[in-house]
């Protein structure tokens, strides 16, 4: 047995763990304890790799990496948002939500590491049941409607990932035959040109609608806002790091067979024009939208979507710079949201409580006059994700910019109205954030779980513009091997 398979069972041992035993206190900690090994589980695995199923790249490895991180740090959170909040639901709920978060982190795993396009998708079908039950848990009205809207929405995506992916298995068959070869990416990838081209253009189009729908792109993208609303809040910030990005990631590399096929002369269409269409209308869905929220965690849903559709827009760009900063930017995005969700998170509890309902802007005004450690650093998380220097969102967002100049400058025109529409919709609410009038209320104790927060903005911004040589290799190679 390979070492990714141990990267990816221990999350679910722990889950079936923490799902038959510990109270609420005991379970954060253990979930947080179980987090730490993942953690460390996936650096270990840049040294050992894996084979066979799960064949994992140095792509997925990073992204492996930043998952178990996210992971990490929505755990510790998790533990301060569990004591204050533990009388809302019985402890056997509580059990049932701390094997969730780790269902979760271990599905994205097997997602993120599958060199099998059948688990790729059992992945997914795991990750989705697992958050529809984590979404609902409150069993509040509005959560119930959020999770049903996620299990319908979710299980047309994953209904059309599943006939995409039996399309491209028989598009293989006459380059590689019936069995598990004819699963594998690696495998695929190599015979990408002697694919049937019309079977994987029709794969294709079922498999962007369907991943697409797990990476919140539109048009079935009306799941998030609401699960970010509504679920418990730390398990919401994991989602925003992790489930996506095994999306978008597998979107890329079915791109990539597709790409190949009609460069070596085959039948398929270009994927440009498809992933073109899905990214510029997910930009303007959210642009458009941003206006009409008054909850900041449904805000931030839709900005979800947006920087989803930028990567979309990236990918459908083409070239192995266009992919590198669509690559740069999933990076960048995954550490930044999730510390944004946390900062809402401690702003929240420093406002009374961390449940759903308390993360209304009204209800966060004048933040700095509570904490001004809290309050700033959730300005400047808001101010990042608007891309402006020196938001490391930046540098990703000027090379996706430039390329498009470069290589199909007419689309440049409506990425940048949306990319701006978009920075202006957030932008607008830092200003009541930090100099609303001072509600009546004493100073709190930002806590240490800011400092998680501070660790998030100073990746985020030390990533971009400190890159490290061996991480621009790493994205420059995957770039290039996925064109």
Not at 57 to 76: C, K, Y
Not at 335 to 350: H, T
Not at 389 to 410: K, M, R, Y
């Amino acid at each position: 047995m390979s070492f990714a398979w141990i990267v990816i069972a221990w999350p679910f041992l722990a889950a079936l763990v923490l799902g038959l035993a510990g109270g609420p206190r005991a379970g954060a900690i253990g979930n947080a304890v179980a987090c730490a090994v993942s953690f460390a589980l996936s650096l270990a695995l840049f040294a050992y790799g894996g084979d066979g199923l799960v064949a994992t790249d140095a792509l997925a490895r990073l992204f492996g990496t930043v998952s178990g991180f996210v992971g990490l740090t929505a755990s510790l959170v998790n533990i301060s948002y569990v004591m204050g909040d533990a009388a809302r639901m019985p402890v056997r709920r509580w059990r049932l939500y701390h094997a969730l978060f780790q269902i979760v982190l271990g599905a994205s795993l097997l997602g993120l590491y599958a060199d099998n396009i059948g688990l790729l998708w059992a992945a997914m079908e795991g990750g989705t049941i697992a958050m529809t039950l984590g979404v609902s848990l409150y069993r509040s009205p509005t959560g119930l409607e959020a999770a049903w809207k996620y299990f319908i929405l979710g299980g047309v995506g994953i209904g059309l990932a599943l006939f995409g992916t039996m399309l491209v298995y028989l598009a293989a068959q006459p380059a590689l035959g019936p069995g598990l070869r004819a699963m594998s990416f690696a495998a695929l990838a190599g015979q990408a040109a002697h694919m049937d081209g019309a079977l994987l253009t029709l794969a294709f189009l079922f498999i962007l609608f369907g991943y697409g729908t797990k990476a919140a792109l539109v048009p079935l993208h009306g799941w998030l806002p609401d699960a970010y609303a509504e679920g418990p809040a730390p398990l919401t910030t994991a989602l925003s790091g992790l489930l996506i990005n095994v999306a978008l990631l597998a979107i890329l590399r079915f791109r990539h067979l597709m790409q190949a096929n009609a460069a070596a002369g085959g039948s398929a269409m270009h994927p440009g024009p498809f992933l073109l269409t899905l990214g510029v209308a997910s930009l303007f869905l959210a642009a458009f939208s941003f206006s009409r929220r008054r909850d900041a965690r449904r805000f931030f849903g839709f900005s979800s979507i947006e920087q989803s559709g930028l990567v979309a827009f990236a990918f459908g760009i083409g070239g192995p710079v266009a992919l590198f900063g669509g690559l740069l930017h999933m990076l960048l995005h995954s550490l930044l949201k999730p510390g944004l969700f946390l900062a809402l998170i401690r702003a929240a509890q420093l406002r009374g409580a961390a449940a759903p309902g308390f993360y209304a802007f009204s209800h966060l005004r004048g933040l700095p006059h509570v904490n001004k450690y809290a309050g700033w650093l959730l300005a400047l998380c808001i101010f990042a994700l608007a891309g402006l220097p020196p938001s490391g969102l930046f540098a990703s967002e000027f090379i996706i910019v430039s390329q498009t100049i470069q290589i199909n400058p007419w689309m440049s025109l409506p990425l940048g109205l949306g990319m701006l529409l978009c920075a202006v919709a957030i932008l607008r609410q830092i200003g009541p954030l930090l100099f609303a009038p001072a509600p009546r209320e004493t100073y709190r104790k930002a806590g240490w779980e800011a400092h998680l927060v501070t660790l998030h903005l100073l990746l985020v911004f030390a990533l971009a513009f400190l890159t490290p040589p061996a991480l621009v290799r790493l994205l420059g190679q995957a770039a290039g091997a996925l064109q």
